[in-house]
């Protein structure tokens, strides 16, 4: 596992010392300096707090007597009034902008789950065993779901059990996670900055996405000054 160990190491760039004020950024869709009702939801859960959604937030405002939209200095006294009130905590969520794999990651997914041609027994199984459905399954984003990133994913180790050794040291697949999360936080616990956000179709099989990103990542990666193609971060729903 110590190519993909390193990858994840070298790719993992962490949130600076002053994690509130990245958290902000990170979730301020707009850039404009303030956070609706959504987005300071999702700071919170970036911060690990996990306040039911929308009553707890909106009483705990009223309380403060402080309104939407938030500053940070709005955000630091909603959370600080949460964390004091027995508010539901978990695992911080990395942010949903900084929820990107790096193309080297992406193509190691590709090798270990086409190379070793274990995507496509796996859909060969399911297309012997349910001849009678309405599609078959092929090597694309939807067979990966569940038999893969959900499989994964999950704080249950035995989700994984079909995924063979091999497959998970190919990819660099940490141990099951303690709460479930994205593959993306998996692999990456503190997040990346995202350069593209992609949009596509599941039902393109994965050695064509991959492909896809590969040539498209050729042409840009200098201009987002990055070393090779293969550093440049996308944002892929599937992982997300």
């Known amino acids: 596992m110590g190519e993909a160990l390193e990858i994840a190491n070298t790719a993992s760039l962490s949130l600076s010392d002053n994690r ?5 950024e990170a979730c301020c869709a707009n850039s404009n300096g303030v956070l609706d009702l959504s987005e300071s939801k999702y700071a919170c859960q970036a911060l690990g707090l996990y306040p039911d959604f929308p009553k707890e937030i909106e ?15 709005g955000l630091k006294k909603l959370t600080e009034a949460l964390g004091k009130s027995g508010c539901k905590r978990a695992i911080p969520a990395v942010p949903y902008s900084r929820r990107g794999l790096t193309l080297r990651q992406i193509k190691l997914i590709g090798k270990g789950l086409l190379k070793t041609k274990w995507l496509q027994d796996h859909c060969d199984t399911f297309n012997k065993e349910h ?28 989700a994984r059990d079909s995924i063979t050794d091999d497959v998970l040291e190919i990819i660099g697949v940490p141990e099951a996670p303690n709460e ?31 492909k896809a990103l590969s040539n498209f990542a050729e042409g840009v990666y200098q201009d ?17």
């Open 180 to 210: 479930t999360c994205c593959y993306a936080q998996l692999i990456n616990p503190q997040g990346l900055e995202v350069d593209y956000f992609v949009s596509h179709y599941w039902g393109h099989e994965f050695e064509r996405t991959v």
């Open 59 to 73: 009483r705990t405002m009223e309380k403060l007597n402080i309104n939407f939209p938030l500053n940070k200095d």
């Open 20 to 24: 509130f004020d990245d958290v902000f």
């Open 131 to 158: 001849k009678d459905a309405k599609f078959q399954m092929n090597p694309n984003l939807y067979s990966m779901d569940e038999s893969f990133v959900q499989a994964t994913t999950s704080t249950d180790v035995r």
């Open 224 to 240: 987002s000054k990055k070393d090779s193609a293969d550093d440049v971060v996308f944002w892929i729903c599937l992982f997300a």
